[in-house]
């Protein structure tokens, strides 16, 4: 599976749980950490930590398994690392005091509002 489609994946599975606010990055010529970053919220630490259960489990029935996990037990700001994808899932207040979509503002961004309006069907 390519880079893209794997996080386009992701982003189809985050929203199974009601993810908000999701916004696809991509980061390759920019950094050499990883292909694309991809950032979300949760309503409260609970949902954050739902959506980072279920993102593990449902990748891991695609067949990835993730290289690295942070941030779990509190559940403010997750961080799963795929390789070519990097997921953070943020509890909202956390997510709007680190800003990561200001610091990565050069990052082109793919367009996911298909797939966002879809799910608030």
């Given amino acids: 599976m390519n880079p893209l ?9 985050i929203l199974e749980r009601k993810a908000t606010e999701p916004v696809l990055f991509e980061v390759e010529k920019l950094t050499a950490i990883t292909d694309y970053f991809l950032i979300a919220s949760g309503t409260s630490s609970r949902q954050v930590q739902a959506i980072a259960q279920h993102l ?4 891991k029935e695609e067949g990835f398994r993730p290289f690295g996990i942070e941030g779990e037990r509190d559940g403010h700001w997750i961080l799963l690392d795929y390789g070519d994808i990097v997921v953070h899932l943020f509890y909202q207040p956390v997510r709007e ?8 503002v050069e990052a082109p961004r793919v367009d996911i509002d298909k797939k966002v309006s879809k799910s608030e069907n």
């Fill in 5 to 13: 489609d794997k996080a386009l994946l992701c982003v189809d599975i």
């Fill in 97 to 104: 005091f680190y800003d990561l979509e200001g610091l990565w």
């Fill in 56 to 59: 593990q489990r449902r990748m």
